[in-house]
């Protein structure tokens, strides 16, 4: 299950490369709004919103817009009605998309979505066409240089995890959606940083992809990333390492 890491690190730097704050900061306003209206606006009671913040406060987001954020969420201010909303579709060489998207106007996101499969080599699809190929994990990433393979493992166990695997530069644990934050923070009480951790869709088989449909893929899953109102795209792809090398080549 190599691909889901190695296109989590591409997106991570790509964010880092590209800083585009502006469009981070609006997704996360909006992630911030939807869990505050459907959880309340006490983080220590609602995962959901602990979680956005910690995503705010890594992108550098000031407080200011996320106390702003959450008060629009609660309806303190006034703020647009959010709809939670997921989309499904098919990429170049028969991928199957997720995009989870929060809108205050359900047909224009459809609109934008369709135009957006239809110009990247993909289509938009009918409601669950491709859901079942996916299932909901918590999916925390520790550094290598954090601690020790033995030592990540025996805390996360302990704590819950379901699974744990070793890549070139990190440690992906894989939790119950329900057990993402008892787990991270039993590793960060270990004293092990955890580099992220999010509620994700991991796909349960892939479609390994040739360089052309690969870069027809990432251009699409850029494109779907672009729209505002879209916050999270997942994919069943992988790309092999010599396709991967020739594509950075």
């Given at each position: 299950?190599?691909?889901?890491s190695?296109?989590?690190?591409?997106?991570?730097?790509?964010?880092?490369?590209?800083?585009?704050?502006?469009?981070?900061?609006?997704?996360?306003?909006?992630?911030?709004?939807?869990?505050?209206?459907?959880?309340?606006?006490?983080?220590?009671?609602?995962?959901?919103?602990?979680?956005?913040?910690?995503?705010?406060?890594?992108?550098?987001?000031?407080?200011?817009?996320?106390?702003?954020?959450?008060?629009?969420?609660?309806?303190?201010?006034?703020?647009?009605?959010?709809?939670?909303?997921?989309?499904?579709?098919?990429?170049?060489?028969?991928?199957?998309?997720?995009v989870?998207?929060?809108?205050?106007?359900?047909?224009?996101?459809?609109?934008?979505?369709?135009?957006?499969?239809?110009?990247?080599?993909?289509?938009?699809?009918?409601?669950?066409?491709?859901a079942?190929?996916?299932?909901?994990?918590g999916?925390?990433?520790?550094?290598?240089e954090?601690?020790?393979?033995?030592?990540?493992?025996?805390?996360?166990?302990?704590?819950?995890?379901?699974?744990?695997?070793?890549?070139?530069?990190?440690?992906?644990?894989?939790?119950?959606?329900?057990?993402?934050?008892?787990?991270?923070?039993?590793?960060?009480?270990?004293?092990?940083?955890?580099?992220?951790?999010?509620?994700?869709?991991?796909?349960?088989?892939?479609?390994?992809l040739?360089e052309?449909?690969?870069?027809?893929?990432?251009?699409?899953l850029?494109?779907?990333d672009?729209?505002?109102?879209?916050?999270?795209?997942?994919?069943?792809?992988?790309?092999?390492?010599?396709?991967?090398?020739?594509?950075?080549?």
């Amino acid at each position: 299950m190599a691909g889901h890491s190695k296109w989590h690190n591409i997106k991570l730097r790509k964010q880092a490369q590209d800083a585009r704050k502006s469009k981070t900061f609006a997704k996360i306003t909006r992630e911030i709004m939807a869990a505050a209206r459907a959880g309340g606006g006490d983080p220590e009671s609602n995962s959901r919103l602990r979680i956005a913040m910690d995503r705010a406060r890594a992108a550098g987001m000031p407080q200011d817009n996320v106390k702003r954020a959450i008060q629009r969420g609660t309806g303190e201010i006034e703020g647009a009605v959010l709809e939670q909303l997921t989309y499904e579709g098919y990429g170049p060489g028969g991928v199957a998309v997720l995009v989870e998207v929060l809108t205050d106007n359900r047909n224009r996101t459809v609109t934008d979505l369709r135009s957006v499969f239809g110009r990247n080599g993909g289509n938009l699809g009918e409601s669950n066409c491709v859901a079942w190929l996916f299932d909901q994990k918590g999916v925390i990433i520790v550094p290598r240089e954090a601690a020790s393979e033995e030592r990540v493992l025996e805390a996360a166990v302990e704590a819950g995890a379901e699974d744990m695997i070793t890549e070139d530069t990190s440690y992906e644990v894989r939790t119950a959606p329900g057990d993402l934050e008892t787990v991270k923070k039993a590793l960060e009480e270990a004293g092990i940083t955890v580099e992220s951790a999010e509620v994700t869709m991991l796909p349960q088989t892939r479609v390994t992809l040739d360089e052309k449909q690969a870069q027809q893929t990432l251009r699409l899953l850029d494109a779907l990333d672009e729209l505002d109102e879209v916050q999270n795209v997942y994919s069943n792809f992988d790309i092999p390492e010599e396709v991967m090398e020739a594509m950075v080549a």
